[in-house]
């Protein structure tokens, strides 16, 4: 055979490296991802409205050029503030390339996680329901926290026949009277408040009434016994 | 002049409610604090005599059911205690335990009579705090037992509701656990056992009945209707048997003293838990 024309070599590479970008590159039709949404779960039936949650299409693929800022160095950043932003949720590996990661506790790092009720009354530990290494972000299309699966992945290992509106408990509520409460979870919050304000008004209340009720009958008795007293002379 | 009459205040089913009000609410105090305490030192050691971690768990639930029915047949107790021939007048009327604008008065009058600036008001068969005590077990029961039975059923509620319903059903139960404990050992157990007109204890609810003077005391309004009605007996019901007597204090300073436990440790360690 002849030796081809370097013409033609450089032509077939450029051609492979043009086809794998643009099957790296190009988006997927739309709806190919389609997993039935949240709120409708499991029906049958759905008339779509083409708009989806995160979690419901592939992650798009590896982008040579963009990179996740603190993963790997790529040519262009996630964005020019990506150091603040984060975006490990839709990681494979959560924890990619973070220093000191295996010297680690997970509650060292991740300290708000430690306080739900599963963690601090049932006495689990992270990994029965994160599993082993590695930990994928919670929104990563494959994870097994992912929404989608999550109730079959992990919660039913314990709560037998868990479905996807189970596995809706937010596992890792924030503190109900905080901030974030008010901003990612307000019934939980408004309910925080109401409970606290009924508390402190029924006590405030009832505590100086019972013991100013108590201490003017005292008084009474005082006087009926001097006036008891007096009648005997 | 000093008699010996009596007048009734509770009959036996008032009473036997009451008890097994107790019983099952210290019961409950027990086993769900020391799982929501479960993290401390104390909550471990509480835990371990109310059956551990899943013994406790399981008496709570069952006691719950308990208590679950005590409400049902309670209620049903109330419906046969209105005078259906008069409905309107037995519900709104001194006998029932149905707020009205007296009592608004009274407290009125009593906050003036604390500080000195006016007479005692006088009360009818329920005083304005006596109707709190009532209707505040009679609201926080239901809430503790709906959210309680949307944790017992997580799976069941699941499928009504969207999943985070469950992390609010644990707060409000959780919360509402809290606000019935220290109203009950603080404020209810003030009342019952250290004002001065009840202390060492207020018998009424284990006697059945109480001295009629003591009655004409504190609640004048009560015991002149009842003469204008000429419903109050020479004699009236028998006071309560010596041995009795000791029975139900020994009892009363018992419930007293877990409820002061609970309440004392409960706030020391306060501050290690978190309702989450």
Redesign the interface.
């Known amino acids: 055979m002849a030796r081809s024309p370097v013409i033609l070599r450089i032509f077939a590479m450029l051609a492979s490296v043009m086809t794998a970008g643009a099957l790296i590159l190009w988006p997927l039709p739309a709806g190919s991802d389609e997993v039935a949404s949240a709120i409708r779960r499991y029906k049958s039936q759905e008339v779509s409205t083409g708009y989806y949650e995160e979690f419901e299409v592939l992650p798009r693929r590896n982008r040579p050029f963009v990179e996740v800022t603190g993963v790997q160095g790529g040519i262009i950043e996630y964005s020019p503030s990506a150091a603040k932003v984060r975006s490990r949720t839709h990681l494979a590996d959560s924890h990619a390339g973070l220093d000191f990661y295996e010297f680690k506790t997970c509650q060292s790092c991740h300290p708000e996680q430690a ?3 599963h963690t ?2 049932a ?1 689990l530990t992270c990994r029965q329901c994160h599993g082993g290494e590695p930990i994928a972000s919670i929104q990563h299309y494959n994870s097994p926290m992912n929404p989608i699966r999550k109730h079959a992945y992990v919660c039913a290992k314990c ?1 037998e ?3 996807a ?6 596992v890792h ?1 924030p ?2 009277g905080s901030d974030a409460a008010r901003k990612n ?1 307000p ?2 919050y408004a ?2 408040w109401f ?2 304000l ?2 402190v008004g ?2 405030a209340f ?2 100086p ?10 008084f ?2 005082e006087k009926e016994v001097e006036n008891e007293d007096e009648s005997t002379h | 002049m000093k008699t010996k009459a009596r007048i009734n205040r509770f009959n036996v089913i008032d009473r036997l409610f009451h008890l097994s009000l107790m019983i099952t609410f210290l019961l409950q105090t027990a086993t769900g604090f020391s799982r929501l305490y479960i993290g401390t030192v104390w909550g471990r050691k509480v835990n371990s005599v109310v059956g551990g971690y899943e013994g406790s768990l399981q008496l709570h639930k069952w006691v719950g059911v308990a208590m679950i029915l005590g409400f049902v047949l309670h209620s049903v107790y109330l419906l046969t205690r209105i005078k259906w021939r008069t409905p309107l007048k037995s519900i709104l009327g001194e006998d029932s335990l149905i707020p009205n604008f007296k009592d608004l008065k009274h407290f009125g009058q009593q906050v003036r009579w604390i500080f000195g600036l006016g007479p005692p008001p006088r009360f009818d068969r329920w005083t304005y705090w006596e109707k709190f005590d009532y209707w505040a077990v009679y609201w926080g029961l239901p809430l503790l037992a709906a959210t309680g039975l949307m944790l017992m059923y997580p799976l069941a509620t699941s499928r009504l509701l969207p999943g985070w319903s469950l992390n609010i059903a644990a707060l409000l139960h959780e919360a509402e656990a809290i606000l019935a404990v220290t109203y009950i050992f603080i404020v209810h157990f003030f009342i019952g056992h250290l004002r001065p007109s009840s202390f060492p204890m207020n018998e009424a609810m284990f006697a059945g009945s109480i001295p009629l003077e003591a009655a004409a005391e504190e609640k004048p309004a009560w015991v002149a209707r009842l003469r204008s009605e000429r419903r109050v007996p020479e004699e009236g019901p028998a006071a309560p048997g010596r041995w009795y007597r000791v029975a139900y204090f020994v009892f009363g300073y018992a419930a007293l003293s877990c409820g002061v436990y609970f309440l004392i440790n409960g706030l020391l360690y306060a501050r290690h838990i978190s309702l989450h």
């Open positions: 306080e739900d009720l601090q009354r006495n709560h026949g868990a479905n509106s189970f596995g809706g408990y937010i509520a503190a109900p979870f019934l939980l309910t925080y409970m606290t009924l508390l029924t006590l009832f505590i009434h019972s013991f100013l009720t108590g201490l003017r009958e005292l009474a008795r």
